[in-house]
């Protein structure tokens, strides 16, 4: 399992590394096919106070790579919606993949 963090406009936190490797540990045991991921975390500039902490999963395995990206008023919503996403998607894969 190899996780790679960016940070574009945010300074590293310690503790948002931990809380997505934990999740995405959570992902790697039941997706085993998953080679790595790539976690950018950013910020925008909005108007609304329920945007601008960006979250975006970038996922390598065999295949096309999976992607998501969560906005939301926090790192941790934002993180949530994003693995929301991902999990659809493999779940998806996972079944195209499935010999019979």
């Known amino acids: 399992m190899n996780i790679n963090f960016e940070y574009d ?5 310690n503790r ?3 809380l997505a490797a934990k999740k995405l ?14 976690v950018l975390w950013k910020t ?3 108007s609304s106070p329920k945007t601008g902490m960006i979250c975006s999963i970038r996922l390598s395995l065999p295949g096309p790579r999976l992607f998501a ?3 939301s008023a926090g790192f941790e ?3 949530a919606e994003s693995l929301g996403d991902l999990e659809r998607q493999l779940r998806k894969r996972k079944e195209k993949m499935k010999s019979y």
Do not use: M, Q
């Open 25 to 38: 540990g959570k992902l790697f045991d039941k997706y085993h096919f998953i080679i790595r991921a790539d």
């Open 77 to 79: 919503a934002a993180l």
């Open 69 to 71: 990206e969560g906005n």
């Open 16 to 18: 948002l590394e931990i």
């Open 44 to 46: 925008e500039n909005t």
């Open 9 to 13: 406009g945010v300074a590293a936190s």
